[in-house]
């Protein structure tokens, strides 16, 4: 369990969440996380995510991967993923919400490599998609806080496992 969750912490922010800006931001309610009352992701936090997967996905396969069949059935890469990135920003919220209850926090030079990163981050998109987004740079902060919140309980949780899998481990089967 503890190895699928850091292999997906470490291809998930690589590799889902570009498809919510091909389709308008077809998620446009909150992300909630498990516990009610806590505060949620929604459409301008979604959005920095995306913004940065979309222009990574089109740098490498070209905008066409949107459209391209992903089964024999004609299932669009699109319509795949677009679960997994709701998974995704839920697990990332989740993560920084127990990061918290383990007392993880930043340090002050993290927090300054924090905020430095998401005023460039808004900088680059500028007022006016940060207004169409919604997006105060407070978010941009935010998210990115706990997604390196996320990162150091990860590594917390994970330190001292060893997480490679041997073929001959990989080969056997447990019942």
Request: charged share 25%; aromatic share 8%.
């Amino acid at each position: 369990c503890m190895k699928r969750m850091k292999h997906m912490w470490r291809i998930g922010a690589a590799g889902i969440v570009a498809v919510l800006m091909i389709s308008g931001c077809g998620m446009a309610e909150t992300l909630s996380p498990a516990n009610e009352g806590e505060k949620e992701y929604g459409k301008a936090e979604t959005m920095v995510i995306l913004t940065t997967e979309k222009l990574r996905y089109e740098n490498v396969y070209t905008e066409e991967i949107w459209t391209a069949a992903v089964d024999n059935r004609g299932t669009d890469f699109e319509s795949v993923l677009l679960p997994q990135v709701h998974d995704f920003l839920i697990e990332l919220k989740t993560m920084s919400n127990m990061a918290e209850e383990w007392e993880i926090v930043l340090t002050s030079r993290e927090k300054e490599l924090v905020s430095e990163a998401a005023a460039r981050y808004y900088m680059a998109l500028g007022d006016e998609q940060a207004e169409i987004f919604g997006l105060k740079q407070d978010d941009v902060t935010a998210l990115y806080s706990d997604y390196w919140i996320s990162e150091k309980l990860v590594e917390q949780l994970t330190g001292d496992m060893n997480l490679e899998v041997s073929d001959s481990e990989a080969k056997v089967i447990t019942v």
